[in-house]
């Protein structure tokens, strides 16, 4: 299996089957959601083909939400998080904010202040570095009639520890 397809079915096994978000079921089930590899191992053309993404997921609007998956590219965690972090920075520059929110996940994924082999990771924890393009508007409209948005997190954490310890 490509590395798109494991992270396609990593989303369908684990994150809607376990309902970490739950948003994901529906573009995934109308077929609205991209997988993409990016197979370049330098960061730099990570980086670009991605920003290439944002314009992408814009214009196609049969697109909710695009899974840029990274094989060859990113493995270190802490190389991981400054390239999610630099590309938060160049979507504010360029406003894209405001249409564009991030997610991310990692297979080394660890929260700031939570040992590494705490179950709560998991949440956050995808077979390949992997960035997620939503749109805005859709976000918005999804969270609008959700009760407790913010409790999502710690539920998921919870829910991991649960099942996992």
Known sequence: MSPAETTRQ???DFVIRHALCPF???????DKVLFLEIEDDNIEPCFMAALAQVQ????????ETTLL????????????LD?????????????AHELVQLAHFHPD???DGVAEDDPGNLTNRA?????????????AAAVAGYP?????PERNVMKMRELFV
């Open 10 to 12: 990593w989303v369908a």
């Open 24 to 30: 994901a079921a529906k573009p995934f089930q109308n």
């Open 56 to 63: 992408g997921l814009l214009e196609e609007q049969s697109v």
């Open 69 to 80: 998956v990274f094989p060859n590219a990113l493995a270190d965690f802490d190389t991981f």
């Open 83 to 95: 390239f999610v972090y630099t590309f938060e920075d160049t979507l504010v520059e360029a406003n």
């Open 109 to 111: 994924y660890a929260f």
């Open 127 to 139: 077979p390949y570095p992997t960035l997620q393009l939503l749109r805005v508007g859709s976000v």
């Open 148 to 152: 407790d948005v913010e409790g999502i």
